[in-house]
Each structure stands twice: as structure tokens, then as C-alpha cells.
């Protein structure tokens, strides 16, 4: 509004109010009044009036600040009593986190508390200093309760430091919803050692053998070995059928322990060149008692154990002869060795074709006394078995016509074990053709060309193998042309078990497993106490006081800088003022402001346009007839 409009509208105002007053006097009720009261003039300021800093306001103002200091330290202190602690049942939590949320209620209130009265005593300063229209007044009294007050622009360039203090007051809660995060309920695992009871492989213990091999006594002291016993041969066969170690009797749902102990073990190594020979010649002779009707296009695969120990073998360059595994009498004489060959790819070969040569490969697998050193551990229940050390020692002798001494029971129940093995592992697998018994040419017949797998290593893990990728390839071409596919999907599951490694390695590992899986029947270990560690879960606090301080110290800072700000208005104003009623009724009397606002009887929302934007003062003066100077506080239209 142009300043002549308003002086003319404050000239209009005056006359107006003058003559309302003439001419409403007498309906005015009269009031009761002290004597004093009756003889004050109206314009002036009487001996009574009150100046000073009434010192209940800045002592509260500060003692609520120094409650909310009070309530966030004691927040971090409880939080730090909780911190580690176990979180105990719903009600224990529930009554650690109701403590919690009271105390950052406490300091919340108490700061935006102390931050209001400071926003209350720099608004009357600023009012006190500033001509400033209704709306603007409005919206400085309500800026500490509404956030729409900040849409006035008037309060926000007229009062910027109560602004700004109102604006503090509405953000200082944020720090209430960063700190409950801070107390966290995690899960750990407690850890505690004790003896217990669990099972040790009892296969090279004095007696165990009669456990692990049968056996029949012979006369002079001697007895005769027979082969494995059942249940030997069952978990055998178990383990390398899934290719896993069998399930243990867990001591506790997640504990772990050490163990080292003597048990059996199949070292594989290339073959020299004697072997090779002795291998070769043994594959001839097998060949020749092949059905005549029949014809060996190719063996992909010969595994046998040799019969080394035969002593009524007098020849010392006679032919060493396969050991037949399925019976007793043949294989009175076998050996505690695997030997094996079979065409090998190169490692490093990625494509596969029918047309390529493998290069032939010789193994010999030896059984071993060997020393584990193996570390057992249950998590929730998952067992994972980790050997952290293996020693190979000397070789085990094949027990032929052992005598009743323990080096030769312990000789029985380690060549059972090797003979469990063995007999999964013998065999071949090669590709054969029909010859028509009326041909004298002995002419092939293509359509009649198959493969045959004649050993038990397809029902095991191993079958996987890469060693037996030439046979896969060559089976696979005989019903599909697609080189770009050599292998069936179900060849490539069987790798994948596998993992495409190489039989020198999958027969030792698969050895350790089977030994390891021993462990699991109760009749072939027995009870060993043992220093297990044992886990239990359990859920605790866990403070993160770094941020609370980061929360409440920027919260705090903020409380601080505004009492400070409070403390300089105090002193500033000279008085001590709040938002009260009283307050607002006894700096409002003023006559213009009673015939601006006459037809609102109310004060009922929304505020009149031409009202709200009427520009006011706070000052000292007769504000009845607009002077200024000694006269009493209050609200004046400027």
C-alpha cells in the first residue's frame, strides 16, 4: 500500500475511532476497577508497570535444555548397559526399548522446548523493531506450530532470527527417528569347549579287523582271508554312489572338533614300464577269450587288480593274472593294487570330436596306511568334513595265509577295505560288432555295432570322469552325427558331479571319503572323548553410538546456539515475554487496532484481506492519539 493511502487510511481510522468513542461511551458496561486503576491515565505507563527479566523465563528455558542435554546422555548410557547383552525374552525387549524411546521423547521435547522459548523472546525483539502488516505478525507467533508460516515471505525477510529458530525447533525431532536404529538385535555365535563323547574310526585297532573282513581259522596258527564284510562293502558302495562323505552323528547342532587317526588310503601314480607290459599283456590274454562271434573294436576302459601275491606261481617271468574279485578262491592271491589304462585327452582340450585320438594312459592305485588329520564341523546341522592333513605311509601288504598276529588282522581289515574299492573299479568299457556266423570273411556288419559297459564304476561318482570321455563320444556318435554336441545332456551331468577331474584323483579322494564315511556306522568306531566346540545362537544389542552423537550433537548445538539467542533477546528486550493470552491482550489495546478489527467480534478464520496486509509497530507511546514517548508497550498500527 502506497505510504499516502495509508496515512490516509490511518487519519480515516483515528476520526473514526474518536468519534465511536463519543458516541459509544455510554454503552459501554461499566467495570469494576481498583481505585488506582480509575485515577491512571489511559496513555500513560503507571509507577506499578513491571520492567525487568522476570527470572523464571531464561531459568526455565535453560533447565529444559539441560533436561534434554540430560535425556540423550542417559539414552547413550543406557544403550551402552545394553550393548552385548543378551536380548532375553519379548517382555525384556520390549521394556529395553520402551526405556529407549522415552528418554529420546524426553530429549526431543525438552530441546524443541527450550528452542521455542527462545524463538518467543527474538520474535518480540524483532517485533519491537520492525513495522511489519498482521499477516506477518500472524505468521511469527505461529511459526513454532504450523509450517505454512514459512510460506510468508514478509516473516522470513522481516524476522529472519526467529524464523530461523522456529525452523530449528521443527527439525531438531528428526534425531528422535535416527536414534532408535542405533540399538540394533543381532545374532552371534557363543563359543564353549568341552570334553565329549564322539566317534573314532576303530579299522587299525587291535582286534577291529574281525569288523571289517571275514576271515575262517586254518590250522598251524593261521587263518584264510575271504574278502570284505557286508556292511563294509554297503557304505563303499554309499559313498561312491553320491560322492559324498555319509552323514556323521553330529555331537551337538553346530559344534566342530579335531581328530587324527590311522585309516586306509589308495595313492594312484603313472604306471612304469614294466606295469605297462604286465597291463598290456593281461588286455591281450582278456582280449583272446573274447566270444568268438563277437568283435573288440576298441576298450576305452580295463581296470583289474593284479594277482601278485600268487604263490604257487613258480614262474618268475609267468603272466601276471587278473584277480576275480566275485570269488573267494580267485582272489586268494590278488594284490592290494588297482591297475587301470584308458585313452586320455589332453587336459586343456575344449572341443571334442569322434575323429580324434586320446592317448592311452596307465595307472597303478596302491592302498596306503596313511595318517588323517581331519577337522569336523556341524552348522545348523550341515555337516562339513575338511581334512587339513594327510601323510601317506608304507604300502599295505595283501595278507596271504595270515597268521594271528596284529600286524597281519590289521593287513586283513585294510586289504577289505581295498578289496570295497576294487570291486566298484574293475571291469571294461569298450564298442564291440556281431560277426554273422555264415560269413567266412569274417565281413563286419555295420548296424550291429554297440558298446558294453562291464564294470560297476558307472553306478559311482566317478563315471563322470574325463578319462572317459573318448568312450562317451565315440557311444554318443553311434546314434547322433552332431559334432557340435558330443556329449548327452546326461553325460554332462555326470561330469559336473565329477567336476571333469581325472580318475589319479577322483580314486584317492573317493578313498579318503569312503574311509571318512567309515566314522558313521557305530559297529566300525567306537566312543573317543574329545574336545569339541560347540556353538549356540543367540541374539544380543548392539549400539551404534556414533550415530546418536552425530544425531543429538547437531540437535543439542542447535538447542545451544538458540538459548544463547534466547539469553541476548532477554537482555536485548529488557523484559521477559511469551505467546500468552495476557500477553497478546495486554499489547493489543490499542484503540486503532480495536476499530480495525470492530466487525470481527469473533477473530474468526480467514483473516480479512485489507486487515491482514495493515502494517504494525511495537513501540512506546500514547497510541490513543498516535504519539509516541512515554507512553505504554504494545501493538500500534505504523
Known amino acids: 500500500m502506497p505510504l499516502k493511502a495509508h496515512e490516509e487510511d490511518k487519519r480515516d481510522l483515528l476520526k473514526g475511532v474518536q468519534h465511536n468513542v463519543k458516541t459509544t461511551t455510554a454503552e459501554v458496561p461499566a467495570i469494576p476497577t481498583s481505585p488506582d486503576l480509575g485515577q491512571r491515565r489511559r496513555g500513560s505507563v503507571g509507577p506499578g508497570a513491571q520492567f525487568g527479566i522476570y527470572w523464571r523465563s531464561p531459568v526455565t528455558m535453560i533447565s529444559i535444555f539441560v533436561i534434554g542435554l540430560g535425556s540423550a546422555l542417559a539414552l547413550h548410557v543406557w544403550y551402552s548397559c545394553l550393548n552385548g547383552k543378551n536380548v532375553g525374552d519379548s517382555n525384556q525387549q520390549q521394556t529395553a526399548l520402551r526405556i529407549g524411546t522415552t528418554l529420546a521423547f524426553i530429549t526431543q521435547i525438552s530441546l524443541v522446548g527450550s528452542v521455542q522459548f527462545a524463538h518467543v523472546q527474538t520474535l518480540w525483539r524483532a517485533l519491537k523493531r520492525s513495522v511489519i502488516s498482521i499477516y506477518g505478525v500472524d505468521a511469527g507467533f505461529a511459526a513454532s506450530s504450523t509450517p505454512l508460516s514459512f510460506t510468508n515471505l514478509e516473516m522470513l525477510s522481516k524476522l529472519r532470527l526467529a524464523s530461523s529458530l522456529a525452523l530449528i525447533a521443527w527439525c531438531i525431532p528428526i534425531a528422535s527417528l535416527i536414534t532408535p536404529a542405533t540399538l540394533n538385535v543381532d545374532s552371534i555365535l557363543l563359543y564353549s569347549g568341552q570334553m565329549m563323547s564322539v566317534p573314532a574310526l576303530q579299522i587299525s585297532q587291535a582286534g577291529a579287523y574281525k569288523d571289517f573282513a571275514y576271515y575262517v581259522p586254518q590250522g598251524n596258527m593261521l587263518q584264510k582271508y575271504l574278502g570284505p564284510r557286508t556292511i563294509l562293502t554297503r557304505l563303499a558302495v554309499a559313498t561312491s554312489t553320491t560322492g559324498e562323505i555319509l552323514r556323521l552323528t553330529a555331537p551337538a547342532t553346530n559344534a566342530t572338533y579335531v581328530q587324527t587317526f590311522f585309516g586306509p588310503y589308495v595313492q594312484c601314480l603313472d604306471a612304469n614300464q614294466s606295469t605297462i607290459d604286465a597291463i598290456d599283456a593281461a588286455n591281450v590274454r582278456r582280449k583272446a577269450a573274447v566270444d568268438p562271434s563277437v568283435k573288440e573294436s576298441s576298450i576305452e576302459y580295463f581296470a583289474f587288480v593284479p594277482a601278485l601275491s600268487n604263490v604257487n606261481d613258480t614262474s618268475l617271468n609267468g603272466p601276471i593274472q587278473v584277480a576275480n574279485l566275485s570269488n573267494v578262491n580267485g582272489a586268494l592271491y590278488a594284490s592290494n593294487q588297482l591297475w587301470l589304462t584308458f585313452p586320455r585327452y589332453s587336459v586343456n582340450q575344449i572341443n571334442f570330436n569322434v575323429s580324434q585320438v586320446a592317448n592311452p594312459t596307465y595307472l597303478t592305485c596302491g592302498l596306503h596306511n596313511a595318517s588323517y588329520h581331519v577337522n569336523f564341523t556341524w552348522t545348523n546341522g550341515v555337516q562339513s568334513l575338511n581334512i587339513l592333513g594327510l601323510d601317506v605311509l608304507d604300502a599295505t601288504p595283501y595278507p596271504t595265509d595270515p597268521s594271528f598276529s596284529a600286524s597281519d588282522e590289521d593287513n ?173 491482550v495486554c499489547t493489543t489495546r490499542d484503540i486503532h487496532l480495536s476499530k480495525l478489527n470492530a466487525h470481527e467480534r469473533l477473530g474468526a478464520l480467514p483473516l480479512e484481506r485489507k486487515v491482514g496486509r495493515t502494517r504494525m509497530v511495537f513501540d512506546v507511546g500514547n497510541m490513543a492519539e498516535g504519539l509516541r514517548g512515554g507512553g505504554r508497550w504494545g501493538f500500534g498500527i505504523a
Open 412 to 584: 586283513m581289515a585294510y586289504s577289505a577295505f581295498m578289496w570295497a574299492i576294487s570291486s566298484q573299479l574293475v571291469g571294461t568299457m569298450g564298442f564291440y560288432q556281431d560277426i554273422s556266423p555264415n560269413d567266412t570273411n569274417n565281413q563286419i556288419i555295420a548296424n550291429r555295432t554297440y558298446s558294453e559297459i562291464a564294470t560297476n564304476i558307472d553306478q559311482t561318482s566317478l563315471l563322470g570322469t574325463s578319462d572317459l570321455n573318448s568312450y562317451f563320444i565315440k557311444n554318443h556318435f553311434l546314434s547322433n552325427n552332431n559334432a557340435s554336441q558330443p556329449f548327452s545332456s546326461q553325460r554332462l551331468r555326470d561330469m559336473a558331479l565329477a567336476r571333469n577331474r581325472t580318475l589319479d584323483i577322483l580314486i584317492p579322494e573317493l578313498s579318503s571319503n569312503i574311509t571318512l564315511s567309515l566314522i558313521s556306522y557305530p559297529l566300525l568306531s567306537h566312543p573317543e572323548l574329545t574336545n569339541v566346540t560347540t556353538t549356540t545362537t543367540t541374539n544380543i544389542y548392539t549400539y551404534q553410538p556414533k550415530k546418536v552423537f552425530i544425531a543429538y550433537g547437531i540437535a543439542i548445538f542447535f538447542a545451544l546456539v538458540a538459548n544463547v539467542l534466547g539469553i541476548w533477546a532477554y537482555i536485548s528486550n529488557g523484559v521477559s515475554h511469551d505467546n500468552s493470552f495476557s500477553s497478546i
